[in-house]
């Protein structure tokens, strides 16, 4: 019996269609328990591959014989070999191409809705990191927005649409990721824009992203619009594009809200934060489109794989824009937050220019689940 491979792209596939899949999960327990592949219907056994060395006789009456089998490692070396120990007891088996690596490295576009002209606005779902990203495309011209260090996808992404890319964008300073946008600015010779209140420490030239700057894309009437909305860095900053998208930044997600601690500034940027979201997204229209910067569970992805929920709707159902008691609202922000993302700090001075790790310790960094949000 052979065994196959399977790609992300196919994961994902299974992620968004929700079918049932059983993995095999041979990292050490601590690795799996920070961070897997999570899927709707998936089913999980995690066994470290140390104590398959002998085989895996112990395991095999584990394994269903009517789901999907699927051997997740870390780089996939070890999933091959346990995959082919399995495939010879007669277990129908794959491995996962890359290990979990590839899983956070994978981006699947997902298209958001048209604009005026002709003009099309996209989604890249970062599925294993929570990560999402935006690009903007106009009469050939496209803008990104809060792009990952994958920047490949997007340089080829752009290509087979047409467009050159002509403006990149940061919301803010990220910390859990390092952001592509500076490298992409080089290679196509694109603006790159920061707000200035997150660039003071920076070591490159950047233009400064402030209230009211509007950039059109293409020779449409298509703008983007900056929204000074601090809360979660000091300087984050919201787009509204074509007056139907609110591109939210790390400010607010689709099932909770930005966390303001990541440059040990919690109890200085609570206020902030509530203003932003009590005051200045209330003054925007309910019907605008919220396209955050990160997801934190697979239950926020739409039916289509993209993540995207209605302005009005989110004043509804969001706990975190529902807390009319200021105090209960500070200490939720600052007492109620998940760990710090791994590596925030070096990542921090990754983005602004101060350290230039090789790629094996960009991966080293990012490693483990986006932490972005107040639980």
Known sequence: MSVSVVTSAEVTKMVIAKEPLFILDVRNENDFQDWKIEGKHFEYLNVPYFELLDGVEGIIKKIPDDKDVLVVCAKEGSSVMVAEMLSEAGVNVSYLKGGMKAWSEHLEPAKVGDLPGGGELYQFVRIGKGCLSYMVISDGEAALIDATRMTDTYLEFAKSMGANITHVFDTH????????????????GAAYWLPPKDATEVTFVYRALEDGNEVKIG?????????????????????????????????????????????????????????????????????????????????????????????????????????????????????????????????????????????????????????????
Not at 173 to 188: F, N, P
Not at 294 to 312: C, R, T, W, Y
Not at 342 to 371: C, F, H, S, W
């Open 219 to 375: 020779q449409t009437s298509i703008t983007i619009h900056a929204l000074h909305t601090p809360g979660h860095t000091i300087g984050s900053t919201s787009f509204v594009v074509d007056k139907q998208f609110l591109l939210s930044g790390d400010i607010l997600f689709i099932d909770s809200i930005g966390r303001p601690d990541l440059a040990g500034k919690a109890e200085d940027w609570v206020g902030d934060l509530r203003e932003t979201l009590y005051k200045r997204y209330r003054e925007l229209s309910a019907e605008l489109l919220v396209l955050p910067a990160h997801f934190m569970i697979m239950d926020e992805l739409n039916e289509d794989g993209s993540v995207a929920q209605k302005l009005g709707t989110l004043f509804v159902k969001n706990h975190g824009l529902n807390i009319e008691d200021e105090n209960e609202f500070r200490k939720l922000v600052t007492e109620n937050l998940p760990p710090q993302p791994n590596a925030y700090q070096e990542i921090r001075a990754t983005n602004m220019g101060k350290l230039t790790p090789d790629l094996d310790k960009q991966r080293e960094m990012e490693i483990g689940p986006n932490r972005c949000a107040v639980r």
């Open 173 to 188: 300073l990220h910390a859990d990721h390092i952001s592509g946008g500076r490298t992409i600015a080089e290679k196509t």
